[in-house]
């Protein structure tokens, strides 16, 4: 099983540029999560989907959207780039949203925006 | 405003020596509590905590959650310079995400 898979692993944008990250996961799990982590802030939550077909505000997410394109893959786009969110982009999946299941984490994206 | 607090932010040791690492939170309806490894890369399942009092053990690692206080600790005992990595407890918040904590480095030296 290849787990949580994540594409590219490295980008370097320009000012105003966009992409979009993918994400897919082959454990059949409902929820996915799309999180930043930053040196000194710890993890973050984008954006999440509970289940396909939805998907929800996380902590931080101006300047980002997301889809959830069925149950397997969820993308993070971000439209206009800035150098604020220069960072390292995680995708995790659970069984189920609430809290009492484990994520799982693919290997992250480094993002550079210059 | 939930919240995961660890401490300390880094620490330095030498091989076989145990460590112990803290982490504290306010959360709305606690359900569980998570211990993360993160070496380079992504973040890799240790523990799942619910209850208070009971020891989960996988090796030499072992963590064991107090909800009357509002914390976990992490147990490493006899270290070696693989378990040099950050480690992250995170905790689940009301939108079905994780919170995490900033993370402790520890750094194993031979």
């Known amino acids: 099983n290849a787990g949580v898979t994540q594409t590219p692993k490295f980008q370097v944008l320009k000012t105003g540029q966009s992409m979009t990250l993918q994400c897919a996961q082959d454990m059949n799990h409902n929820s996915m999560y799309w999180y930043r982590q930053d040196p000194g802030m710890g993890l973050r939550l984008i954006y999440y989907?509970?289940?396909?077909?939805?998907?929800d505000k996380g902590e931080v997410p101006n300047g980002y959207n997301v889809s959830r394109l069925n149950k397997r893959e969820f993308s993070l786009r971000l439209e206009s780039a800035a150098p604020s969110q220069t960072s390292v982009y995680f995708c995790?999946?659970?069984?189920?949203?609430?809290?009492?299941?484990?994520?799982?984490f693919g290997p992250g994206t480094r993002l550079t925006v210059t | 405003e939930d919240k995961v607090v660890q401490s300390p932010l880094s620490l330095v040791v030498h091989e076989g020596d145990t460590v112990t690492l803290n982490c504290s939170y306010e959360?709305?309806?606690?359900?569980?509590l998570l211990w993360y490894k993160q070496e380079k890369k992504a973040p890799t399942f240790l523990f799942m905590l619910?209850?208070?009092?009971i020891e989960k053990k996988s090796g030499r690692l072992s963590s064991i959650l107090d909800k009357k206080e509002l914390f976990s600790i992490l147990n490493i005992t006899a270290t070696q310079t693989g378990d040099s990595a950050v480690y992250l407890c995170a905790v689940g918040g009301s939108q079905g995400n994780l919170i995490f904590g900033k993370g402790t480095k520890l750094s194993v030296k031979p």
């Open positions: 959360v709305t309806n606690f359900r569980s």
């Open positions: 619910t209850s208070s009092g």
């Open positions: 989907s509970a289940s396909e077909g939805t998907t």
């Open positions: 995790a999946s659970s069984e189920a949203g609430g809290r009492l299941y484990e994520q799982y």
